[in-house]
C-alpha cells in the first residue's frame, strides 16, 4: 500500500504578528515547513501534498525547489476541508498520513511507527501525548475500557473535558478509502464554524471501525507554533536535541543551553565549544579543535587541532590542521588556509589562498591574494585589491616578509625570499630574494607650535 502524506500549511497564522506566512519562520534557520518535509521525506512517499492558502503564492517562491505537490485551498475552512482539497491527487488504495506545517519538531522514526499502527490494524492512527499543560489543544475522549471515543477541541469542551491532559497531536494516519467516506460527511456546526478533522473519530467509533493510538515519549515533539513565544520555546527545544546529540558524540560544551546551530553541525572527538557560538550551513570540526566564545560558522571546514578564538567570524573557508584564528579575525568566502596557518586578531581575509606555515597576525586586509609557505604579514598590511570597478589579484610568494603598514597595489608579485620594508606602498612586482622598500625622508620644522584652541 502507497503512502501519500499530506501536510497542512493554509493558515494565517494571525497570532505570529508578521507579514511572512507563519510556515516560513525559521526553526534551526530552516522554515518550520522544510522541518516537517525533510521529516516526510525520510518515510519515502509516493507524494507529498501541500495544502496552501494564505500566503500560498509567496511560499511556493520562497521555497521553488521542494518536491512536493501544492495543493491550493481558496477559503480557510478548516482541517477537515483542508484535507479534502488533496483527495482528489491521491489514489483510494493509499494510507494518508496527515501532518501539520506548523509542529516542527516531529520525527520521522515517530511518524514510521504511527505508519506501522494503522497499517497492522487497518484503522485510524491517532498520534497523541500527555501534557502537563493542554490549554488550547484538543482533549482525547475516551471510554470506560479505554477506547477513543471522539477528539473535543478546547473551544467546544465542557469543563470535566477541559481537565483531560491526553491530547491529539493532530497528526493522524488512515486508509484514503475511510477519509473519502467520511471527509463529506463533515459538518461546521461548532464554535469556529470550521469543517475539524477530528469529526472522522466520531465517525470511526460510530462505524465500529478500529482507533489506534501512539503516544510519543517526549510531548515537545508534537508541540505547534501559534506565537512567537512558541517558536522560541521550540527553537531552544530544537537546539537542546542538537547539543544532546553532539556531547553523546564526544563534543564538550561549555554551556549546552548556549550554542545555535542552524543547519548542519559535524564534529570529530574531543571537540570544545564555548558559549554563544553560532553554526550556519554545513559547519564540519575536525578531532580536537577549540571554538572560542561568541563565534559564528558559516559553511565552514575545519581540519584537526584548529583553534577558533573568541568573537571570530568565518564564513565559506575551508582551514587546515592545527590552524589558529583570531580572536575578532574575520575569513570571508574563499578562503583556504593551509596546515600551520595563524590569522590573528582583527585580521579580515577574502579569497585569500594560505599555504602552510604563513602567517597574519594582527589588524590587515588580506583580499585577492595567493600566499605562499613560511611567509610573515606584518600588521597594518593591506591588499589594495579594487580599482573602484575591478579586482586584482595579489601573489605573495614562498618565504616573504612583509613589514608592518605595508601597501601592496594590485596586480603585483611578491618574489619569493623577498623582504618589503616597513611603510612601504607597493606598486611593481618585487624581486626574489631582496629587500624593497619605498623611500621617504623623516623630517623635523625647527620652531613649529602646535594650534591651540581660542581662550574665550
Not at 12 to 35: A, E
Request: hydrophobic share 40%.
Amino acid at each position: 500500500m502507497s503512502l501519500h502524506i499530506v501536510i497542512l500549511a493554509a493558515g494565517q497564522g494571525k497570532r505570529m504578528q508578521s507579514n511572512t506566512p507563519k510556515v516560513l519562520h525559521k526553526l534551526g534557520g530552516k522554515p518550520m515547513l522544510i522541518r516537517v518535509i525533510e521529516a516526510a521525506l525520510l518515510l519515502n512517499p509516493e507524494n507529498i501534498h501541500v495544502i496552501i492558502g494564505h500566503g500560498g503564492e509567496e511560499i511556493k517562491q520562497a521555497l521553488p525547489a521542494l518536491p512536493v505537490n501544492w495543493v491550493v485551498q481558496a477559503a480557510q475552512l478548516g482541517t477537515g476541508h483542508a484535507v479534502m482539497q488533496a483527495l482528489p491527487h491521491i489514489p483510494p488504495t493509499s494510507q494518508v498520513l496527515v501532518l501539520s506545517a506548523d509542529v516542527p519538531l516531529i520525527q520521522a522514526s515517530t511518524l514510521a511507527a504511527l505508519v506501522r499502527q494503522a497499517t497492522q490494524h487497518a484503522a485510524l492512527a491517532l498520534l497523541v501525548a500527555l501534557v502537563p499543560d493542554p490549554a488550547g489543544l484538543g482533549r482525547i475522549v475516551r471510554d470506560e475500557q479505554g477506547h477513543i471515543q471522539a477528539i473535543v477541541e478546547e473551544k467546544d469542551a465542557s469543563e470535566p473535558q477541559r481537565q483531560i491532559k491526553e491530547i491529539y497531536s493532530g497528526i493522524c494516519c488512515a486508509p484514503a478509502t475511510d477519509l473519502n467516506r467520511w471527509l463529506p460527511k463533515l459538518s461546521h456546526s461548532n464554535a469556529q464554524g470550521e469543517y475539524y478533522l477530528t469529526e472522522i473519530i466520531a465517525m470511526a467509533v460510530a462505524e465500529r471501525s478500529p482507533v489506534v493510538s501512539l503516544q510519543v515519549d517526549d510531548y515537545t515533539e508534537i508541540l505547534g507554533v501559534n506565537n512567537r513565544l512558541q517558536l522560541q520555546c521550540l527553537e531552544r527545544a530544537w537546539q537542546k536535541r542538537l547539543a544532546n546529540q553532539l556531547m553523546l558524540a564526544g563534543v564538550t560544551l561549555a554551556d549546552a543551553s548556549r550554542i545555535d546551530i542552524r543547519g548542519e553541525l559535524t564534529c570529530g572527538r574531543d571537540v570544545f565549544i564555548d558559549v554563544n557560538a553560532v553554526f550556519e550551513g554545513r559547519v564540519v570540526i575536525g578531532d580536537g579543535c577549540t571554538i572560542g566564545a561568541n563565534c559564528c560558522l558559516r559553511d565552514v571546514t575545519l581540519a584537526s587541532g584548529c583553534d577558533v578564538l573568541p568573537n571570530s567570524v568565518l564564513e565559506q573557508c575551508e582551514i587546515g590542521a592545527t590552524c589558529q584564528i583570531g580572536p575578532f579575525a574575520r575569513l570571508r568566502p574563499g578562503t583556504k588556509l593551509a596546515a600551520n596557518c595563524k590569522i590573528g586578531n582583527f585580521v579580515e581575509t577574502k579569497n585569500a589562498v594560505f599555504d602552510s606555515n604563513s602567517k597574519a597576525s594582527h589588524l590587515s586586509y588580506l583580499g585577492d591574494v595567493t600566499i605562499g609557505k613560511q611567509v610573515n604579514i606584518g600588521a597594518g598590511t593591506i591588499t589594495c585589491n579594487y580599482d573602484g570597478a575591478n579586482k586584482h589579484q595579489t601573489v605573495i610568494e614562498d618565504g616573504v616578509f612583509v613589514g608592518s603598514d605595508t601597501q601592496l597595489v594590485a596586480p603585483v608579485t611578491v618574489g619569493e625570499n623577498a623582504t618589503i620594508g616597513a611603510g612601504s606602498t607597493i606598486r611593481k612586482n618585487v624581486p626574489a630574494g631582496e629587500l624593497t622598500l619605498t623611500d621617504s625622508r623623516q623630517k623635523t620644522v625647527p620652531g613649529w607650535v602646535r594650534p591651540r584652541k581660542k581662550i574665550k
